[in-house]
């Protein structure tokens, strides 16, 4: 990924925040066939570890210890000179796009075992679930356990190790002072979650 020094992201607060934030990952695969491309949502199950579940019938089942690079693509916006208050001064600006986006490279491990996968379905649904519902929590053990049993099956756990992290933030930090500060105002008036240091 193409990352001027001053776009950087150096804070693990924010890596984590990006991720947590915005967990529909892109995980991309070069594989015997070419690129492999799948959409899923992982968590972060600590520093080292994302966790997920994907289809039994995906063709990413079959590429355990694999290389795999997944990125989690954060908010974006686009950022018209007008909304920089030093445009009046010297109009030497342009339209840009501001981003906020975390690549991690790691190795794809595939688990089929059921604890493998009641564990793995369990943290995302508990962390998702208390998100989306708060008290009221939609539990597994709300779903028939013959159910549950089937869905299961349909299913394969999956963790991704990981190798290395690169994170880029372009929020117009390298503007001056004032055109930044307006800019984060205006962002935040929109409703986006950029997450600034």
Do not use: C
């Amino acid at each position: 990924m193409y990352t001027p020094s001053g776009f950087v992201e150096k804070y693990s607060r924010v890596i984590h925040q990006v991720i947590e934030n915005n967990p529909l990952a892109t995980v991309v695969i070069n594989g015997d066939a070419g690129l492999l491309v799948n959409h899923l949502p992982l968590m972060l199950e600590n520093e080292s570890v994302l966790i997920g579940h994907i289809a039994a019938n995906n063709e990413m089942v079959n590429l355990d210890g694999v290389d795999v690079t997944v990125v989690f693509t954060g908010e974006d916006a686009y950022v018209s000179p007008n909304w920089y208050p030093s445009k009046k001064e010297h109009h030497k600006l342009v339209p840009t796009w501001n981003y906020q986006v975390v690549h991690i490279r790691g190795r794809l491990s595939i688990q089929r075992d059921d604890k493998s996968k009641l564990a793995a379905v369990g943290k995302l649904t508990k962390w998702q679930e208390e998100k989306a519902n708060g008290s009221k929590a939609w539990k597994m053990s709300d779903a028939p356990q013959e159910f549950m049993s089937q869905m299961l099956g349909n299913i394969a756990a999956m963790s991704i190790t990981i190798d290395s992290v690169e994170a880029k933030s372009k929020l117009s930090q390298n503007r001056e002072s004032g055109d930044y500060e307006n800019l984060k105002k205006i962002m935040a008036e929109s409703g986006k979650r950029f997450i600034y240091d």
